[in-house]
């Protein structure tokens, strides 16, 4: 979703770095056809990072890699690096990030644009990616999205992650709407987020997210 502190480096104000590995998802939409594979045969796919091939990878549940290379050595002559799952640190905005290295360098990279970029074609040169759950640490291909500027900017008003939603003029939603897709669910009413979803015109992610309380907190 929209960061809320533009401007602001991907590796300001790190957290305790650790290691998650997503479960695999359950269905592999809006993926190309390697990831459509890759679940049929439950397998998590991986891909070259642009700029760092044959050093790093990354997969379609969110994780990133270090391939074993042999690199020189001054008192070796050589030396070799194992590949491994790589740790990722959370910034002051929520994103979770890791740090390549290449050639002594390290460069600070948010992982959902790393997905985005390895398995997310980009026909319409949208410069956004969004998390369709507002879930920001859920960085897996399913949850991930190439939106433009005002549709990222739209729904992060939808969900309540910027400022008060129904204050904006690009909202969806209001208050009272939010109440009463709480109500709809909680009462039995309507048990399906696909339905309740259809019913306001947003994405069924976003109707989770309101359900659980992750979104619209103060409504």
């Not at 992982?111 to 879930?135: C, R």
């Not at 549709?151 to 690009?170: T, V």
């Not at 939603?173 to 009463?180: A, G, I, N, Q």
Request: net charge positive.
């Amino acid at each position: 979703m929209l960061s809320l502190c533009s401007g602001n480096p991907i590796c300001s104000r790190p957290r305790t770095p650790s290691v998650e590995l997503p479960r695999f998802p359950a269905n592999a939409a809006h993926a190309d056809g390697d990831v459509l594979q890759g679940a049929a045969m439950n397998l998590e796919i991986w891909k070259t990072i642009d700029k760092f091939e044959g050093y790093y990878e990354v997969s379609d549940l969110g994780n990133v890699r270090s391939l074993t290379r042999t690199v020189p050595d001054k008192k070796l002559g050589s030396r070799v690096y194992k590949g491994k799952i790589l740790k990722w640190n959370t910034n002051s905005c929520g994103y979770r990030y890791v740090v390549l290295t290449k050639l002594g360098k390290g460069l600070c990279k948010a992982i959902h644009k790393l997905v985005a970029d390895a398995f997310l074609p980009n026909p319409g040169h949208l410069k956004e990616v969004d998390h369709k759950s507002g879930v920001k640490s859920d960085n897996s291909l399913i949850n991930l999205e190439r939106v433009s500027t005002f549709e990222n900017r739209r729904r992060a008003w939808d969900i309540g992650l910027y400022g008060r939603a129904d204050k904006s003029p690009s909202s969806k939603l209001t208050t009272e709407m939010v109440k009463e897709i709480r109500r709809l669910f909680s009462s039995g009413e309507i048990t399906n987020q696909a339905d309740i979803a259809r019913r306001f015109n947003i994405s069924a992610p976003v109707i989770n997210t309101i359900i659980k309380g992750k979104a619209w907190k103060n409504a």
